[in-house]
């Protein structure tokens, strides 16, 4: 792998560590760490031995913080489903007798 593309791809596994942290929501966070995840490995394999070292301790700290996110991400996508359920059940009014608008 070239060392320019290792390097790259380490730094950004390292900017995605910092930023995915600022983000609101659980699953936003926790697909940043995914992609940082994802942006770590690659040059973990490949790499050179001094751009190798780094790209692990970035793996592992995606990792971790992957992990730390993941319930709350799972329970953000839960309430979401039962909201969705909810609105589903109960059916919007289509036509103007639904709507309670009187028509000769």
Do not use: H
Not at 67 to 89: D, F, H, T
């Amino acid at each position: 792998m070239n060392n320019k593309s290792a390097k790259a791809l380490a730094w950004t596994a390292g900017i995605l560590i910092v930023i995915a942290p600022a983000i609101i929501s659980p699953s936003g966070t926790f697909a940043l760490l995914v992609l940082a995840i994802i942006c770590s490995a690659i040059p973990a394999v490949f790499a050179s031995k001094s751009c190798r070292v780094i790209s692990i301790v970035l793996l592992i700290a995606s990792i971790a913080l992957g992990a730390s996110y993941y319930p709350a991400s799972e329970r953000e996508l839960e309430v979401y489903m039962q909201r969705a359920k909810k609105n589903a059940i109960q059916p919007q009014a289509t036509t103007p007798k639904d709507q309670g608008v009187i028509t000769k």
